[in-house]
């Protein structure tokens, strides 16, 4: 036989339906831990004693410094998340709650109220203080609820009022310390820097008569310049401007010694104006067109042409003069100018440098004097600071703790709240019952639906069987649950790959799961199509079927194997015609070797010709060796599984034994589904039995016939 193959099936998601499926199936247990939850929470909350809660509201600012900085300029604090937690650290530490235990006394109240022999302890009274209060941030403000807890209410608002009055008065003694720490800080200051300005002013006196400096000016803090600030700039701007005239004309005589005396005739009268060379330069102009028109008329022999060109002559040679002249003044005037600047440069370095000698041999001096100057300005300062911090001290000051709403008592408990324990309770009980459902649902590995059979076993399901099914014999063919026996027919007859096939075993895994029951009443669905079937009690451990037909049990498969009586006296008949039983008969020591003997392949091979179909009842697969022999003997063997009853691993390994043995099994049956229930097995046949079920319960007459009981009665012989 080719062994198993197993297709792996894709992982199937939850439905809505199947959640809802879930929860209606496990609503014992929801409903179960639900009313525990719920009474538990009750019983607990009328059972705890009642606490009273006052609150009293207190306004907190961050603490600075009381004494600005000598600039002037605010004290500016950064923002500080943990400024209110702080806080909440202090009013709850032993600085303010042991203040608010001594001013009320509650060593010796709390030894009258708890009726105790001893007056308490501080540390004990701490503790029990401690426990009573809750603090809590008034969100988006600088606000502190102080709440306090008490069974008595007149107690919790006078505990809250003097805990936020010691914590009030704790954090205007610090306050008052920083103030007071800050003034005598500045005192200490201004006496010191009182000794620093008597002995820099001994110094400054000592390097006076030491350097001989004549200090006029008390504001000063550098010497006397020997040049004024306007004379040096005055001579400044003669500098520069000698220096100016010193490069223009050195740039024009050097412009002018190159050139030619023709040249300088042209150049010279422009850039250095003469009114003699001019002159001169205009009569030469005239005499040698005089000249030029002489010796035209009269040629070079004439006096007067003769004259004219001694003229010409004379007045070259004044010209050339001239020329040189002025070349010579202005080498004069650029000499003159560059000593001059000379003369500029050299008053202005010893003015700076004597100077600057008087400045290093005075700077001793002055630096000294700055520094005392730069002492009696802050002493200055730091006096008036004092001044100023003394009057403020003696100011009323606007508190950094302020008590908003005192706390006032109030005779409604706030502890336990009935409504919203019980109603707490109410929903953890549904979650943890929900939750448990589903972790029950979840351990369950038992079948379910028909994709958990098909998947598991790769096996089809030939039919679902509902709830409460009764004795289709004694019902009659309109039963509401025959129509679930007629399916199962109708899909054992198209299993069949060979009509000739006609005998079938019912098997199950286990005990308990309607295998007797659902081979009764296929049998008779079978014969109530008109089919000549016989049904076989091979159940010889625990044999049922002769209950349903209520008969006896003394002869039957075991007397006809032993040959102990004929095949025709084991064989009853029934109240329907076409229905035949064969009892189990008295139950043998041991049932394996008749099973197994050739007898009994010879009676199945005589029933497979005398009967359309023959149904064999079989004990559970798993208990006992009698169904994988009976499986292994007939045509069809179908297997039943009860819902919800054994782990799916069972019924794999009940398939594997009928195959191991060559069993031809053709299909599953599903058996004891709440079908109006189980919303998959509802839809899956589209609500036919719930339905059918209720109009027929309707329909039903109380005066309605039942059916009359079976009368079996023995075969005759063929």
Not at 455 to 471: D, E, F, S, T
Not at 513 to 529: D, P, S, W, Y
Not at 542 to 553: D, I, W
Request: hydrophobic letters at 40%; proline letters at 5%; a neutral charge.
């Amino acid at each position: 036989m080719e062994p198993q193959r197993f297709v792996p099936q894709p992982e199937t998601k939850l439905h809505f339906l199947d959640y809802w499926r879930i929860i209606r199936i496990r609503k014992t247990v929801i409903l179960a831990v639900f009313m525990l939850v719920l009474l538990t929470a009750t019983v607990v909350t009328f059972l705890l004693p009642e606490s009273f809660a006052r609150v009293a509201r207190i306004k907190v600012e961050r603490e600075g410094y009381d004494i600005e900085p000598i600039t002037g300029r605010p004290y500016q604090q950064g923002y500080d998340p943990y400024f209110i937690q702080t806080e909440f650290e202090v009013i709850q530490s032993s600085v303010v709650l042991n203040k608010v235990i001594e001013a009320l006394n509650l060593n010796e109240v709390w030894q009258k109220k708890f009726g105790l022999p001893e007056k308490l302890k501080t540390e004990e009274s701490f503790g029990l203080l401690k426990r009573m209060i809750n603090l809590r941030p008034v969100r988006n403000t600088s606000l502190i609820e102080i709440r306090v807890f008490s069974d008595d209410p007149e107690e919790a608002a006078r505990l809250a009022n003097a805990i936020a009055q010691e914590y009030r008065d704790y954090r205007l003694e610090q306050r008052k310390q920083l103030t007071l720490g800050g003034l005598k800080i500045l005192r200490e200051q201004f006496e010191e820097h009182e000794k620093k300005i008597r002995a820099a002013q001994e110094e400054l006196f000592k390097l006076r008569k030491e350097l001989n400096i004549s200090d006029y000016d008390a504001a000063s803090m550098s010497p006397t310049p020997h040049l004024e600030q306007e004379t040096l700039r005055r001579i400044e701007a003669l500098r520069i401007e000698a220096e100016a005239r010193y490069t223009a004309r050195e740039k024009l005589l050097s412009s002018l010694k190159p050139l030619s005396r023709e040249e300088l005739k042209k150049v010279l009268p422009t850039a250095v104006p003469d009114q003699l060379l001019a002159s001169l330069l205009e009569q030469l102009a005239l005499a040698e067109q005089k000249l030029i028109v002489l010796r035209k008329d009269y040629g070079d022999e004439y006096p007067e042409t003769i004259r004219v060109a001694a003229q010409v002559e004379d007045l070259n040679k004044k010209i050339n003069d001239r020329i040189d002249g002025i070349l010579d003044g202005l080498e004069k005037t650029v000499e003159a100018a560059k000593a001059e600047v000379e003369n500029l440069r050299a008053e202005v370095e010893k003015a700076r440098k004597i100077d600057q000698e008087k400045a290093d041999l005075s700077r001793p001096y002055y630096i000294k004097k700055q520094e005392l100057s730069e002492l009696i300005r802050f002493r200055d300062i730091l006096a008036m600071r004092i001044a100023a911090d003394q009057t403020d001290v003696q100011i009323p000051r606007s508190s950094v703790v302020e008590i908003v709403d005192p706390a006032v008592p109030n005779f409604t408990p706030v502890r336990p709240n009935k409504t919203l324990n019980i109603l707490l309770g109410a929903v953890i009980g549904l979650v943890v019952g929900v939750g448990l459902a589903f972790f029950i649902e979840y351990l369950d590995t038992s079948v379910k639906t028909i994709d958990d059979v098909e998947r598991a076993l790769q096996a089809p399901v030939l039919g679902v069987i509902p709830q409460n099914v009764g004795n289709l014999l004694e019902e009659g063919a309109e039963s509401p649950h025959a129509e679930a026996y007629r399916v199962l027919r109708t899909n054992i007859l198209f299993s069949r790959k060979d009509e000739r096939l006609n005998t079938i075993c019912v098997v199950s895994a286990g005990g308990g799961e309607g295998k007797t029951t659902t081979i009764f009443n296929l049998a008779v669905v079978f014969a109530q199509a008109g089919q000549r079937v016989l049904l076989c009690d091979s159940d010889l451990r625990r044999p049922a079927l002769h209950k349903l037909f209520k008969v006896s049990n003394s002869i039957g498969l075991t007397s006809y194997l032993l040959k102990q009586h004929s095949l025709e006296e084991v064989i009853q008949t029934t109240s329907l015609p076409t229905l035949d039983f064969m009892p189990s008969g008295k139950l043998p020591s041991s049932s394996m070797g008749l099973l197994s003997s050739s007898q009994m392949k010879d009676l199945i091979a005589e029933l497979k010709q005398r009967y359309d179909f023959v149904f064999f009842d079989s004990p559970p697969i798993m208990g006992v060796s009698d169904a994988a022999i009976l499986a292994s003997m007939v045509d069809m063997t179908l297997q039943v599984i009860q819902y919800r009853r054994y782990p799916q691993p069972m019924y794999i390994r009940a398939k594997q034994m009928i195959e191991k043995v060559g069993g031809n099994l053709i299909g599953i049956v599903l058996n004891n589904i709440n079908v109006a229930q189980e919303e998959s097995y509802y839809y899956y046949y589209g609500g036919y039995y719930h339905d059918y079920y209720q109009s027929r319960s309707a329909e039903a007459k109380p005066e309605e016939e039942a059916v009359p009981e079976a009368k079996p009665k023995v075969k005759p012989k063929y």
